[in-house]
Nanobody, 119 residues
Framework: QVRLVESGGGLVQAGGSLRLSCAAPGRYAMGWFRQAPGKEREFVATISWPGGTTYYADSVKGRFTISRDNARNTVYLQMNSLKPEDTAVYYC????????????????WGQGTQVTVSS
């Protein structure tokens, strides 16, 4: 059983930055998703194992960066220039195989970490 644990969420003003972390197993493609109140879970970013391929949602491209430190079994989501519309619970997810932007194709999920961006 793979257990994922996110950390790093919090309250930040618009324009600020946060870095989320997820304790991640080796040899899994990892993704970050988010879910705002009343909305469906949406794709944010994904990174392959061992890290040569990344994809981003258009809404975060140029502002967010996904990376992984395989020696520490950790995946990061660096979030810069945050906007109020980035407010959501952020989840990390893991899957064997190639990267995908589809939430249903991820096998394991963390409990989520709240990110709140004030205007």
């Amino acid at each position: 059983q793979v257990r994922l644990v996110e950390s790093g969420g919090g309250l930040v003003q618009a324009g600020g930055s946060l870095r989320l972390s997820c304790a991640a197993p080796g040899r899994y493609a990892m993704g970050w998703f988010r879910q705002a109140p009343g909305k469906e879970r949406e794709f944010v970013a994904t990174i392959s194992w061992p890290g040569g391929t990344t994809y981003y949602a258009d809404s975060v491209k140029g502002r967010f960066t996904i990376s992984r430190d395989n020696a520490r079994n950790t995946v990061y989501l660096q979030m810069n220039s945050l906007k109020p519309e980035d407010t959501a619970v952020y989840y990390c997810a893991a899957r064997r195989g190639i990267v995908t932007v589809t939430a249903l194709e991820y096998e394991y999920w963390g409990q989520g970490t709240q990110v709140t961006v004030s205007s």
